[in-house]
């Protein structure tokens, strides 16, 4: 999902956390929002107006009846895509609940016609009281978005669930609310990263792959409603939001987790690198090092993607090609091997790194250069591919 050039208002009410979300401001500015910070009077009691209004770029709003030379409440709700409420205090969504509308943040949301996520924070007791419980079930009903609160430790010394979520996870609600759910009721199994083979209990063979590029495929497919359930090697990613994922080692592991997810599946994009070849013998010692050279003899691992292209009726099926040379040519010759819908060519450039360039070809041939992106944009692009397939399929 783009944020880029997106407009965000950001409503700040009068709690602790409120210092957490200047850094949620400033990933924004980092993604190309447009962000509008409006204030209740009491969270410019916490952090200074000024902190927001250099992290945002825009003087921030606090007073509804600051002359403007227009209804501001209005303007504003025109004029942006979504309104975030961090942190929101109990008191800001007692009034919400009850359409009260008596500051500049509370008028405004009432005259908002975008989606408003809200993410609360406050004691675990306040959080308890029925009486907020209430509230958050009632603007639930009315479409309001609520991302956390989450458990943990809290600003007054106490634990428990009241705890204003960190903000990327802030980030991650907002780009889930502003993505069209043009996958919903298509259930997505996406691999990742790469796979180890043992040699000994402490030495085995892998490959450079990040993993970057599953994951930001399986965040993408959730974004735009799929069930999604990711099948990873070993990587240092964190599991994402909302996504069913296994992990695994080996070729063979991965083999048994696709081949158990499968069948279940409308849509399999293949992006993990699983080794083509593992070490014939596992020794259950550590090898012992010796003067003269070693040989290891290898055989061949499962070829996961040319099974599954066997039996895919009725599913999308997507692979990747990473090659050395000729790329376009090799990469076609895989597609029609391996029974693709789609395959995505890449070079040892786009391994562990940050950004890629590929070129898609679809099961007609047609080519697709995409030019250095991040690979959360290139996931984007895939998947607008697969749609338009999906489509052109029926
Ligand atoms: C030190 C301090 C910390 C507070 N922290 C919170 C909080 O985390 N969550 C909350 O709901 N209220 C908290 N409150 C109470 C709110 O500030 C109070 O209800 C206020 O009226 C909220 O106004 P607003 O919703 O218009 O911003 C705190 C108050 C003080 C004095």
């Known amino acids: 999902m783009i944020l880029r050039d997106r407009r965000i208002i950001i409503g700040i009410t009068g709690g602790i956390a409120a210092y957490k979300v200047a850094e949620l401001v400033r990933l924004l500015k980092k993604e190309g ?65 009850s359409g009260i509308a008596d500051n500049l943040l509370t008028t405004m949301v009432m005259a908002s016609r975008g989606p408003v996520v809200v993410a609360p924070a406050m004691n675990h007791r306040m959080y308890e ?42 980030l991650e609600a907002i780009k889930d609310v502003l993505t069209p759910k043009d996958l919903k ?41 799929a069930e999604v359930v990711l099948i990873t090697g070993p990587t240092h990613l964190k599991q994402p939001y909302g996504v069913t994922t296994v992990r695994v080692w080996s070729a063979e592991e991965m083999h048994n987790a696709v081949t158990s997810y499968f069948p279940q599946s409308t849509i399999v994009v293949m992006a ?24 290891l003899e290898l055989e061949r691992t499962v070829d996961i993607l040319y099974e599954l292209g066997r039996s895919r009726a009725g599913k999308l099926l997507v692979g990747f090609a990473l090659e050395t040379e000729d790329l376009i040519e090799n990469t ?15 070079t040892p450039a786009s391994m562990d790194s940050e950004v890629s360039s590929v070129t898609l070809v679809d099961r007609d041939l047609n080519t697709q250069t995409i030019e250095e992106c991040t690979k959360e944009e290139l996931a984007g692009r895939i998947f607008s591919r697969i749609v338009e397939l999906k489509k052109l399929a029926g």
């Not at 030379?69 to 961090?86: C, F, K, Q, R």
């Not at 450079?208 to 735009?224: F, P, Q, T, V, W």
């Not at 993990?272 to 040989?295: C, F, G, N, Q, W």
């Open 33 to 97: 929002m447009e962000v509008q910070v409006v204030m209740t009077e009491a969270a410019t009691r916490f952090v200074t107006p000024l902190t927001f209004e250099v992290l945002s770029g825009r003087p921030v709003l606090c007073d509804q009846f600051a002359a403007t030379g227009g209804p501001a409440h209005i303007e504003l709700s025109d004029w942006a895509d979504l309104v975030l409420i961090a942190p929101a205090t109990a008191n800001t969504i007692g009034k919400l609940a």
């Open 332 to 346: 076609k010759k895989k597609l029609k091997e391996k029974n693709l819908d789609l395959i995505v060519a890449n």
């Open 185 to 225: 009721d298509e259930r997505l199994l996406v691999t990742a990263g790469p796979t180890r083979e043992p040699i000994d209990p402490v030495r085995f063979i892998s490959n450079r792959s990040s993993g970057r590029m599953g994951y930001e495929l399986a965040k993408e497919g959730r974004r735009r409603g």
């Open 129 to 170: 009281n029925p009486m907020v419980r209430e509230n958050i079930k009632r603007i639930s009903g009315l479409g309001y978005v609520f991302v956390g609160p989450e458990e943990g430790e809290l600003a007054c010394g106490w634990s428990g669930r009241g705890r204003l979520v960190e903000p990327p996870c802030m």
């Open 272 to 295: 993990s690198a699983v080794a083509d070849y593992r070490p014939k013998t596992i020794h259950t010692e550590k090898m012992k090092k010796k003067d003269a050279s070693l040989t």
